[in-house]
């Protein structure tokens, strides 16, 4: 008897539904029909699904139904199509008390779950909750920093490099290297570790950037230089949607993106497609002081000019599956491919101690350099009616390739003009490979409101093949002939597995919140020079010697002080591993008077951070301030000496020195003003560096005080311009033998936005052409200042087109078409 009375139920409320469902007949346009509200139906008392239940959502004020649907047997119910809106849900059940609850369907809250709704005499109606409003640019907690990339709108058009070089407290090398409080972090990619570079990630395709400067055991023991999380953007709404953008710049900059996201039912699927690309000259040079005795022994300096021509693809095809309301499967297919040719010319000069001509010369240097990196991703995550409580689990596959070829012309001639000995051809053929398995779970469980437990496994993979081949070119016959010094082939297999658990709770009576954590990791390296019979190996843990080396462990400790007062302090212990650019033994970049080499013997670093922060909210901004200082145990620095006794060419490499000590204060202020159509954003950071490290019989020392500066001011103009500017200054900062150069720079920007469908972005990047990278080196033997730019001073415009219809079914047989008759017709719900 119960199911026909379900059954009359789901009739009369289809036909009402139906009924107030009809297109509006005035010719107003309606608020698309999107939202999407699901749960299930259980028993207050034996936890049962309550099969069949009537689930109606009524309006605010009156009895007119809006949808309904019957529960399914397990108790799921999922109600669709329903426009933006407050409502009422009611659920209703022979033998059970009606319950009765409010909703709201909004742009920033499309699809709700519900949750498990008991139904039970004295059942409390849920409390509505709605969130509203623009997002905002900065978002500051004591343990993270989440920065909205759209709102910079000079990184609109350009790569993840111009994301994050005007983030707070990060800078940016001359290589695109990142740094974060003077060490360099880990880059994530939707929280997972990535082996993609910030250059080869469009800005277009990420939504936020979050800044994790000291991580707890959740996280790979490895991100000892905090974390960088590339969130990309996601599709959540149904229908379709998309946008493209087109851009050009001066000089010789070019960019384009398109992308796809339709839903449909259960279904998601995403598609993407970026390319840059651009020819970029820049200038550099190196002067250096000989030095013998504590005297002038005599002069080098050398002049650059390179132009560089990239070009970079990525695309990515996903498909989501909802097998119900709170599981969901993702697979995922990321490719990204691209290269560069350089043409570099230099021109050098030796003097002597009096600044005369002793020899001169010129080399020129032709490089092609391809790069492909493929990614594919299962996960799985399921979520449950606890607030909370969440299981997440994948397996990804990652392949890349990369091909490197460069070839050197040198000219050396005596003071008089004669050549010193014939042209030199060098030739340099580069290859190699790499494959990363790797599996992740990850399990949180909420035990009461203020506690939970965090579960989790972690295993990766990696082999990588790298083949250098150099080769010297004879004049006269023409044959190559091998460098068995210079030439090499690199393998690396390295193996991490790892666990953690970590729980949350409260000391109540005190009002302070803990973290506490603990990472088991096993580390497996091993690095091999094929056909020279070296070597080298490291085990974590090996047997007991070296167990405590395999324990990471994670302290946090909150305090809330009224609702604008925060204050946290933390320790970890984590462990830096050399990345491959630091133990791969070839030449990777060189002039006449500069190599740069890997060092295979170089061994982890382990590291000791401690933190206190303190976040103040203000009504219109807030400041959060850090007190933060790391001890770093075998740091890994870089260390420059003689190629040989017989050459001034000098050797960079890395090694690991003795203990490292790094300490600071850093500051970021937000405030907005003027009904916050003016928002500013300062970061000031200073912090002290000692460190040290014995080579040989020789022990290098060095340390000092350092800080830099980042500002960001933004207005919106009348009639929807926004300009922003962007600065900032960096002071010279400790390294082993020397120091760095200062740097600073300034970006304009100006966005224009046509009803939310078309925007225009006008950036000038390094107005005043002062983005510079270098170095001053110090030694017993020489002295030498390095000065090189990564690109120079650009102007780039790009248009963005978005487009989309908001509606629970792209595939949809209208009924409702228009038809020009007295009464108006209906009208789509476009978005």
Same mark, same amino acid.
């Given at each position: 008897?119960?199911?026909?009375?379900?059954?009359?139920?789901?009739?009369?409320?289809?036909?009402?539904?139906?009924?107030?469902?009809?297109?509006?007949?005035?010719?107003?346009?309606?608020?698309?029909?999107?939202?999407?509200?699901?749960?299930?139906?259980?028993?207050?008392?034996?936890?049962?699904?309550?099969?069949?239940?009537?689930?109606?959502?009524?309006?605010?004020?009156?009895?007119?139904?809006?949808?309904?649907?019957?529960?399914?047997?397990?108790?799921?119910?999922?109600?669709?199509?329903?426009?933006?809106?407050?409502?009422?849900?009611?659920?209703?059940?022979?033998?059970?008390?009606?319950?009765?609850?409010?909703?709201?369907?909004?742009?920033?809250?499309?699809?709700?779950?519900?949750?498990?709704?008991?139904?039970?005499?004295?059942?409390?109606?849920?409390?509505? *909750?709605?969130?509203?409003?623009?997002?905002?640019?900065?978002?500051?907690?004591?343990?993270?920093?989440?920065?909205?990339?759209?709102?910079?709108?000079?990184?609109?058009?350009?790569?993840?490099?111009?994301?994050?070089?005007?983030?707070?407290?990060?800078?940016?090398?001359?290589?695109?290297?990142?740094?974060?409080?003077?060490?360099?972090?880990?880059?994530?990619?939707?929280?997972?570790?990535?082996?993609?570079?910030?250059?080869?990630?469009?800005?277009?395709?990420?939504?936020?950037?979050?800044?994790?400067?000291?991580?707890?055991?959740?996280?790979?023991?490895?991100?000892?230089?905090?974390?960088?999380?590339?969130?990309?953007?996601?599709?959540?709404?149904?229908?379709?949607?998309?946008?493209?953008?087109?851009?050009?710049?001066?000089?010789?900059?070019?960019?384009?993106?398109?992308?796809?996201?339709?839903?449909?039912?259960?279904?998601?699927?995403?598609?993407?497609?970026?390319?840059?690309?651009?020819?970029?000259?820049?200038?550099?040079?190196?002067?250096?002081?000989?030095?013998?005795?504590?005297?002038?022994?005599?002069?080098?300096?050398?002049?650059?000019?390179?132009?560089?021509?990239?070009?970079?693809?990525?695309?990515?095809?996903?498909?989501?599956?909802?097998?119900?309301?709170?599981?969901?499967?993702?697979?995922?297919?990321?490719?990204?491919?691209?290269?560069?040719?350089?043409?570099?010319?230099?021109?050098? *000069?030796?003097?002597?101690?009096?600044?005369?001509?002793?020899?001169?010369?010129?080399?020129?240097? @032709?490089?092609?350099?391809?790069?492909?990196?493929?990614?594919?991703? #299962?996960?799985?995550?399921?979520?449950?009616?606890?607030?909370?409580?969440?299981?997440?689990?994948?397996?990804?596959?990652?392949?890349?390739?990369?091909?490197?070829?460069?070839?050197?012309?040198?000219?050396?001639?005596?003071?008089?003009?004669?050549?010193?000995?014939?042209?030199?051809?060098?030739?340099?053929?580069?290859?190699?490979?790499?494959?990363?398995?790797?599996?992740?779970?990850?399990?949180?469980?909420?035990?009461?409101?203020?506690?939970?437990?965090?579960?989790?496994?972690?295993?990766?993979?990696?082999?990588?093949?790298?083949?250098?081949?150099?080769?010297?070119?004879?004049?006269?016959?023409?044959?190559?002939?091998?460098?068995?010094?210079?030439?090499?082939?690199?393998?690396?297999?390295?193996?991490?597995?790892?666990?953690?658990?970590?729980?949350?709770?409260?000391?109540?009576?005190?009002?302070?919140?803990?973290?506490?954590? #603990?990472?088991?990791?096993?580390?497996?390296?091993?690095?091999?020079?094929?056909?020279?019979?070296?070597?080298?190996?490291?085990?974590?843990?090996?047997?007991?010697?070296?167990?405590?080396?395999?324990?990471?462990?994670?302290?946090?400790?909150?305090?809330?002080?009224?609702?604008?007062?925060? *204050?946290?302090?933390?320790?970890?212990?984590?462990?830096?591993?050399?990345?491959?650019?630091?133990?791969?033994?070839?030449?990777?970049?060189?002039?006449?008077?500069?190599?740069?080499?890997?060092?295979?013997?170089?061994?982890?670093?382990?590291?000791?951070?401690?933190?206190?922060?303190?976040?103040?909210?203000?009504?219109?901004?807030?400041?959060?301030?850090?007190?933060? @200082?790391?001890?770093?145990?075998?740091?890994?620095?870089?260390?420059?000496?003689?190629?040989?006794?017989?050459?001034?060419?000098? #050797?960079?490499?890395?090694?690991?020195?003795?203990?490292?000590?790094?300490?600071?204060?850093?500051?970021?202020?937000?405030?907005?003003? #003027?009904?916050?159509?003016?928002?500013?954003?300062?970061?000031?950071?200073?912090?002290?560096?000692?460190?040290?490290?014995?080579?040989?019989?020789?022990?290098?020392?060095?340390?000092?005080?350092?800080?830099?500066?980042?500002?960001?001011?933004?207005?919106?103009?009348?009639?929807?311009?926004?300009?922003?500017?962007?600065?900032?200054?960096?002071?010279?900062?400790?390294?082993?033998?020397?120091?760095?150069?200062?740097?600073?720079?300034?970006?304009?920007?100006?966005?224009?936005? @046509?009803?939310?469908?078309?925007?225009?972005?006008?950036?000038?990047?390094?107005?005043?052409?002062?983005?510079?990278?270098?170095?001053?080196?110090?030694?017993?033997?020489?002295?030498?200042?390095?000065?090189?730019?990564?690109?120079?001073?650009?102007?780039?415009?790009?248009?963005?087109?978005?487009?989309?219809?908001?509606?629970?079914?792209?595939?949809?047989?209208?009924?409702?078409?228009?038809?020009?008759?007295?009464?108006?017709?209906?009208?789509?719900?476009?978005?």
């Amino acid at each position: 008897m119960q199911k026909i009375y379900s059954a009359l139920f789901l009739i009369i409320v289809s036909s009402l539904s139906t009924f107030a469902q009809r297109p509006n007949m005035g010719g107003m346009r309606t608020m698309p029909a999107i939202g999407r509200l699901y749960g299930k139906v259980v028993d207050s008392k034996s936890k049962q699904p309550v099969d069949f239940a009537a689930v109606t959502l009524l309006a605010m004020q009156k009895d007119s139904i809006i949808s309904g649907i019957l529960a399914k047997a397990n108790g799921d119910f999922n109600l669709d199509k329903l426009p933006m809106g407050r409502y009422r849900l009611r659920i209703t059940f022979i033998g059970y008390q009606t319950i009765t609850q409010q909703v709201s369907i909004s742009p920033n809250n499309i699809e709700q779950d519900l949750g498990n709704i008991t139904l039970q005499v004295d059942a409390k109606s849920l409390k509505e *909750i709605v969130v509203e409003g623009e997002r905002a640019a900065v978002i500051m907690t004591v343990d993270r920093r989440i920065y909205t990339v759209d709102k910079d709108i000079s990184a609109r058009g350009g790569t993840g490099i111009d994301a994050v070089k005007n983030i707070p407290g990060l800078s940016v090398d001359v290589d695109g290297g990142v740094t974060l409080r003077n060490s360099s972090p880990t880059i994530f990619v939707d929280g997972r570790p990535t082996n993609l570079t910030l250059e080869q990630i469009p800005s277009d395709q990420i939504d936020r950037i979050e800044v994790i400067t000291n991580p707890s055991a959740k996280y790979d023991a490895s991100t000892s230089g905090g974390i960088l999380n590339i969130v990309l953007k996601k599709n959540t709404k149904p229908g379709y949607n998309g946008l493209i953008t087109l851009g050009a710049g001066f000089p010789n900059r070019y960019n384009g993106m398109v992308n796809l996201n339709i839903k449909e039912g259960r279904s998601n699927f995403s598609i993407s497609y970026n390319a840059n690309l651009s020819k970029n000259p820049t200038r550099g040079y190196t002067n250096r002081r000989l030095i013998s005795n504590g005297e002038t022994n005599g002069f080098y300096n050398q002049e650059n000019e390179v132009t560089m021509e990239n070009l970079m693809q990525s695309g990515r095809i996903a498909y989501d599956y909802s097998i119900t309301n709170r599981t969901t499967l993702t697979l995922s297919q990321g490719m990204m491919r691209g290269g560069y040719e350089s043409d570099e010319s230099q021109s050098f *000069i030796d003097l002597d101690a009096s600044n005369k001509t002793l020899t001169y010369g010129t080399r020129s240097t @032709i490089g092609n350099t391809l790069w492909g990196n493929y990614n594919t991703q #299962l996960q799985l995550r399921k979520t449950y009616p606890r607030k909370g409580r969440e299981l997440s689990t994948d397996i990804t596959y990652s392949r890349g390739e990369r091909k490197a070829n460069s070839d050197f012309v040198t000219n050396n001639y005596y003071s008089n003009g004669q050549p010193i000995k014939a042209q030199e051809f060098q030739l340099n053929r580069g290859s190699g490979n790499s494959n990363i398995f790797t599996y992740q779970l990850d399990f949180t469980n909420p035990i009461t409101d203020t506690a939970k437990w965090e579960f989790g496994i972690r295993s990766n993979y990696k082999e990588d093949l790298s083949i250098l081949n150099v080769g010297y070119r004879n004049n006269a016959s023409g044959e190559v002939l091998m460098d068995s010094t210079l030439s090499n082939n690199f393998k690396i297999s390295d193996m991490v597995n790892a666990a953690y658990a970590t729980y949350s709770s409260m000391f109540k009576q005190m009002g302070i919140g803990y973290m506490v954590g #603990l990472r088991f990791e096993q580390t497996r390296f091993i690095g091999e020079l094929l056909g020279k019979n070296q070597s080298v190996a490291y085990l974590y843990p090996d047997g007991m010697s070296n167990l405590a080396k395999a324990f990471f462990p994670s302290i946090y400790l909150t305090k809330r002080i009224g609702e604008k007062h925060e *204050i946290q302090t933390n320790f970890t212990r984590k462990i830096s591993r050399p990345g491959f650019m630091q133990v791969m033994p070839f030449i990777m970049f060189a002039d006449k008077m500069n190599y740069r080499t890997g060092n295979p013997l170089l061994r982890p670093e382990f590291i000791n951070s401690a933190e206190v922060n303190y976040n103040r909210i203000f009504t219109n901004g807030n400041l959060f301030t850090s007190v933060y @200082i790391k001890q770093t145990e075998g740091a890994i620095t870089q260390f420059a000496q003689k190629y040989n006794d017989t050459s001034d060419v000098l #050797l960079n490499t890395f090694i690991n020195g003795n203990t490292m000590y790094n300490m600071g204060w850093e500051n970021n202020f937000k405030i907005s003003f #003027l009904k916050k159509k003016l928002d500013v954003t300062i970061n000031l950071n200073g912090f002290y560096t000692d460190i040290s490290a014995n080579v040989g019989n020789t022990t290098i020392q060095n340390s000092g005080f350092s800080w830099n500066t980042k500002g960001m001011v933004s207005y919106k103009l009348p009639k929807q311009y926004t300009v922003q500017v962007n600065g900032n200054y960096e002071a010279p900062r400790i390294i082993p033998q020397g120091k760095t150069l200062d740097q600073y720079s300034l970006d304009i920007s100006l966005n224009k936005e @046509i009803m939310k469908k078309l925007s225009f972005n006008l950036v000038v990047n390094d107005v005043f052409n002062t983005r510079r990278f270098g170095t001053f080196y110090e030694s017993n033997v020489m002295e030498q200042n390095i000065s090189r730019r990564r690109e120079t001073r650009f102007v780039r415009l790009s248009v963005t087109w978005r487009f989309g219809e908001m509606e629970a079914s792209l595939f949809r047989k209208r009924s409702n078409q228009r038809r020009g008759d007295s009464n108006g017709g209906g009208m789509d719900m476009e978005y």
